[in-house]
């Protein structure tokens, strides 16, 4: 595959199609490790659908109740991905001892990727719990 520079800066989905291109050429447990981890999201997030629709079903929910699920599973799932980055991120400089006095670079990312994990945590937990107060209260 010849590689579109320009195209490449500018559009998203091509990034998409040249990184799954490549990832193609690489090792075959590196492929299956992509394809688990694609399988076992989308698993995971049509459970989780699936589980948001079937309550709204059995609540006999209006048309406008499920758009408003459909917006708020998607923001939950979008919430949850920075929260579940940042936690990855802070294990490398969790693992890493640093008793030195004073402000060091490894200190700053500690505290840096805590922030981060925290924020992005509450995050969360506000984009989940404004959305199920919304739909509870639209259910009733």
């Given at each position: 595959?010849?590689?579109?520079?320009?195209?490449?800066?500018?559009?998203?989905?091509?990034?998409?199609?040249?990184?799954?291109?490549?990832?193609?050429?690489?090792?075959?447990?590196?492929?299956?490790?992509?394809?688990?981890?694609?399988?076992?999201?989308?698993?995971?997030?049509?459970?989780?659908?699936?589980?948001?629709?079937?309550?709204?079903?059995?609540?006999s929910a209006g048309l406008p109740t499920y758009g408003l699920a459909?917006?708020?599973?998607?923001?939950?799932?979008?919430?949850?991905?920075?929260?579940?980055?940042?936690?990855?991120?802070?294990?490398?400089?969790?693992?890493?001892?640093?008793?030195?006095?004073?402000?060091?670079?490894?200190q700053r990312k500690v505290s840096l990727v805590s922030r981060n994990?925290?924020?992005?945590?509450?995050?969360?937990?506000?984009?989940?719990?404004?959305?199920?107060?919304?739909?509870?209260?639209?259910?009733?």
């Amino acid at each position: 595959m010849d590689v579109d520079w320009d195209r490449y800066q500018d559009s998203t989905l091509y990034k998409l199609q040249v990184s799954i291109h490549f990832l193609g050429k690489q090792s075959p447990a590196l492929k299956q490790r992509f394809f688990t981890a694609v399988k076992d999201s989308s698993a995971r997030n049509g459970v989780f659908l699936l589980s948001v629709l079937l309550v709204l079903w059995l609540a006999s929910a209006g048309l406008p109740t499920y758009g408003l699920a459909l917006v708020a599973a998607g923001a939950v799932v979008l919430a949850w991905t920075p929260f579940r980055l940042y936690v990855n991120e802070l294990t490398e400089p969790a693992a890493v001892p640093d008793n030195r006095e004073g402000p060091t670079p490894h200190q700053r990312k500690v505290s840096l990727v805590s922030r981060n994990v925290a924020d992005a945590g509450v995050g969360f937990l506000l984009v989940a719990t404004g959305f199920a107060v919304r739909i509870a209260t639209s259910v009733a």
